[in-house]
């Protein structure tokens, strides 16, 4: 029902638009990307939110961020060189999960929680540098960058935002020794030579992108695949054999070990397939007439690709609803583009620029998790009272937090 109010809303809202007839009321749109970061990644409960607020019928405006800032995103941030300059944000934040889950042992512990930290540590290090989450980053505007861009999403006007998020921004600027997305941005917008102009609102806005974007996109990949293994222990027996007899006695998985698991890389492919964080990507625009099959598509249709749908199609999966990560072995198919079928961070000139760094986080935290502990359910639970529910957000993440109990794996440590 509710779906439905929604899918109205916004269709009304864009007839008014093409007809120049008196609009709506809607939210107040951002520089570049107009209102599709709601749109984007807020679909069921945003829509239905800022109906209360603004009117049932309302108008949203869909811009989007122009190709040439894509292309620099793609060529700092796709980079295999950034992901690894950022390893050690990686490996402080892993090491603090471990610390913190060796202090729960044998304990209920709410994984939700300790992942959205691990992210919110990793991405917020790429942001600000070696002083995030330090006591020098405490003064500064805010210390917690997923919950208070959430925080002014639904409370700041678009006058209020950019002035704080300048602010932050001037205040961090040159503090971290290593060159930092906020550093990489200022010289974006200071550099005359660039054949194009950006601007200080571009800055703001694609800094304020690649945060909501990187944050919960990975916590949340990472939380459906402890869901998925704990629900299917022969995968994780046979993902935790790989990464024990792989790793032999150590402290800990190092990131120049991941590229060895086969199969936990399957796993979280597997993973991606049936829980896309994003599961409906943001909507393309018809530039000319084309086909698809036996339908005509008129120019500037709004396209949605239904990623999650497709990840799940009978017709492209054997047995799509099963957790199987052997589907993927020996199998091409992978999430970097080029097959339809898997799309888990889009396609084409689109495509995530935060890729490599998305999935090599996924598969290093995953890694160490299943490395150092085993899991168990919670008492009395059975693995099938695992929830899988889904709940439309930021990103489409687990309804329910998922609470697990670590038990150490001494045997392994050297
Ligand atoms: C599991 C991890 C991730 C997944 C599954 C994911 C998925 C996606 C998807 C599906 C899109 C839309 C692509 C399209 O339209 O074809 C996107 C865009 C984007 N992602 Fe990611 N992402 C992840 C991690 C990250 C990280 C770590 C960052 C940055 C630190 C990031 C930054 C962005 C940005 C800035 C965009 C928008 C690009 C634009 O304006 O065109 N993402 N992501």
Not at 313 to 331: A, H, K, L, M, V
């Amino acid at each position: 029902m509710k779906e439905e109010k929604n899918k109205r809303i916004v269709e009304a809202s864009l007839y008014a638009a093409a007809k120049g007839i008196k609009l709506p009321p809607g939210p107040p749109k951002l520089p570049l990307i107009g209102n599709l970061h709601l749109l984007g990644n807020l679909r069921h409960r945003s829509l239905e939110n800022l109906s209360k607020k603004y009117d049932s019928i309302m108008l949203l405006q869909l811009d989007s961020a122009p190709m040439e800032m894509h292309k620099v995103f793609i060529s700092e941030l796709l980079s295999m060189k950034t992901v690894q300059s950022f390893a050690y944000a990686r490996e402080t934040e892993v090491d603090k999960l471990i610390t913190s889950l060796s202090q729960a042992l044998s304990e209920l512990v709410n994984l939700n929680e300790k992942i959205f930290a691990l992210a919110d540590g990793i991405i917020g290090t790429v942001a600000f540098g070696k002083i995030y989450g330090t006591d020098q980053f405490k003064d500064q505007v805010f210390p917690n960058v997923l919950g208070e861009a959430m925080n002014m999403l639904v409370s700041l006007s678009a006058e209020d935002f950019f002035p704080r998020i300048g602010r932050i921004i001037d205040a961090l600027t040159g503090i971290s020794e290593q060159e930092d997305f906020v550093d990489f941005l200022i010289r974006l917008m200071k550099d005359e030579s660039n054949s194009f102009k950006v601007s200080e609102n571009c800055v703001k806005v694609m800094f304020f992108d690649a945060f909501i974007g990187g944050i919960v996109t990975t916590s949340t990949t990472i939380l459906w695949a402890m869901s998925e293994l704990i629900k299917n222990p022969r995968v994780m027996n046979k993902v935790q054999a790989e990464i024990r007899n792989c790793i032999g006695k150590k402290a800990k998985v190092e990131g120049k070990d991941v590229s060895k698991l086969k199969y936990l890389k399957m796993v979280v492919k597997e993973t991606f397939r049936l829980h896309p964080p994003v599961p409906i990507l943001p909507p393309r625009e018809a530039m000319r007439e084309f086909k698809v099959g036996e339908f005509d598509i008129l120019p500037k249709t709004r396209i949605l690709v239904n990623v999650w749908a497709i990840g799940r199609d009978p017709n492209g999966w054997e047995n799509p609803n099963e957790f199987y990560p052997e589907r993927f072995d020996g199998s091409r198919i992978d999430f970097r583009g080029p097959d339809f079928n898997l799309l888990s961070f889009g396609a084409g000139r689109q495509i995530c620029p935060g890729l490599d760094m998305g999935a090599t986080n996924v598969e290093f935290t995953l890694a160490n998790m299943l490395y150092l502990f085993h899991w168990e359910l919670p008492n009395d639970m059975k693995r099938e009272d695992i929830s899988m529910e889904e709940e439309g957000g930021l990103a489409c993440q687990r309804r329910t937090p998922l609470w697990l109990v670590p038990i150490s794996n001494s045997s392994q440590l050297e």
